[in-house]
């Protein structure tokens, strides 16, 4: 194998474009299925407590992640993304910045390999890095929001070409993506109605699972946890001596 162009070289050449690339449709559509199946893992695998359907997922996505760093045309992920968008125009973007970003997800898939596939220790914290995964597939499937690419623009001294999004080239913004005074009020109220009620159901709601515990506890102060767990045991002594108090 020619190490120069194992390196430096990722994607294909498609004419017109001064460097390899890949098809970015494909790449959100790849994002969208591995982010659909941890969710549904998540909730089943996790807030059940059906682990092997953890593991086989945790598997599977490192196996996926470890054949994209070689090639996007050896992994699971990407071809199913491929079959998908098979009839939509192609969006070719840079190819070895994509390929710094799933370099990245396959360092983060480590760990969770180890944890949770061949010794299962679940915590709070650990689970942060799925959802930190699950985090970044999203925010490319949904917005082709890519955070490695970021991260590779600013550690290389050359500014990356045809960037998701075509985020390399827009210098300035069409009229229809400015927001007015208006726009800007509603969004504000969306994105802090959206926090404070993730917050408030967290803060508030009785949890069902030990993963909903943890999310519980993790957003409440230690004296808001203190003083749930007197009020709790003060429940548990009224109702089993009454008024004996």
Request: net charge positive; charged share 20%; aromatic share 14%.
């Amino acid at each position: 194998m020619n190490l120069q162009k194992f390196l430096f070289e990722y994607g294909e050449k498609v004419p017109g474009y001064d460097v390899t690339v890949i098809n970015e449709r494909e790449a959100r559509a790849a994002a969208g299925i591995l982010f659909m199946l941890g969710m549904i893992v998540i909730f089943v695998g996790i807030g059940y407590g059906h682990i092997i359907v953890a593991r086989v997922y945790l598997a599977f996505m490192w196996v996926d992640f470890s054949a994209r760093v070689i090639s996007p045309k050896y992994s699971p992920s990407m071809l199913l993304g491929k079959f998908v968008v098979r009839n939509q125009k192609p969006e070719y973007v840079g190819g070895l910045q994509k390929r710094f970003a799933w370099t990245l997800g396959w360092l983060i898939s480590f760990p969770m390999l180890y944890w949770f596939v061949l010794n299962w220790d679940i915590t709070f914290y650990k689970v942060l890095i799925c959802v930190l995964c699950l985090t970044l597939m999203f925010l490319e499937t949904a917005f082709s929001i890519c955070i490695g690419c970021m991260i590779y623009k600013t550690i290389m001294k050359k500014d990356p070409t045809h960037c998701p999004g075509g985020v390399c080239e827009i210098q300035r913004r069409d009229p229809i993506q400015m927001f007015n005074p208006i726009q800007k009020v509603i969004a504000v109220l969306a994105m802090l109605g959206i926090v404070i009620g993730t917050y408030l159901f967290l803060a508030h709601t009785e949890s069902k699972t030990f993963f909903g515990e943890f999310l519980h506890e993790a957003v409440l102060t230690k004296s808001q946890l203190k003083q749930e767990k007197d009020e709790v045991y003060q429940r548990a002594l009224d109702k089993e001596f009454g008024d004996d108090f």
